[in-house]
């Protein structure tokens, strides 16, 4: 039996990974994790680790109640998925539409998170 998606994701961040799936039948990125190509329905997902290299495609800041103001992101990895994460490195403000970045992976409430940070920072 193999391991849960969910877990096998889990496993590369801690290892300093971004792994994401690509579907043999329909060449095509996967990402979240899942059982089943969700754009072709195929079980044939294989495992392949991105260099996390992307571009900011939308971002926005958020104030919460007794916090520092934060980002939410959404970045298109160079190998064709989206993921949803933050920038961090530059003020929340200063993170622009078409930016390049790359990922990290840090722990964050004991778990690890992939975050990005600016490839270059514009004046």
């Not at 496993?11 to 990974?17: K, R, S």
């Not at 104030?63 to 190998?79: F, Q, S």
Request: glycine share 8%; proline share 7%.
């Amino acid at each position: 039996m193999s391991q849960a998606p969910a877990i096998v994701y889990a496993e590369g961040l801690a290892a300093g990974e971004l792994r994401f799936q690509y579907c043999a039948d329909c060449a095509r990125a996967v990402f979240h994790p899942r059982v089943l190509c969700p754009h072709c329905g195929s079980e044939s997902l294989d495992w392949h680790v991105s260099p996390g290299l992307g571009t900011v495609y939308a971002t926005t800041v958020l104030h919460k109640r007794g916090t520092d103001p934060y980002n939410v992101a959404l970045i298109d990895l160079d190998e064709g998925f989206r993921m949803m994460s933050r920038v961090e490195g530059v003020a929340p403000e200063d993170v622009a539409i078409g930016s390049r970045v790359s990922v990290t992976v840090i722990t964050e409430d004991d778990e690890p998170l992939a975050v990005f940070r600016p490839l270059e920072v514009r004046a």
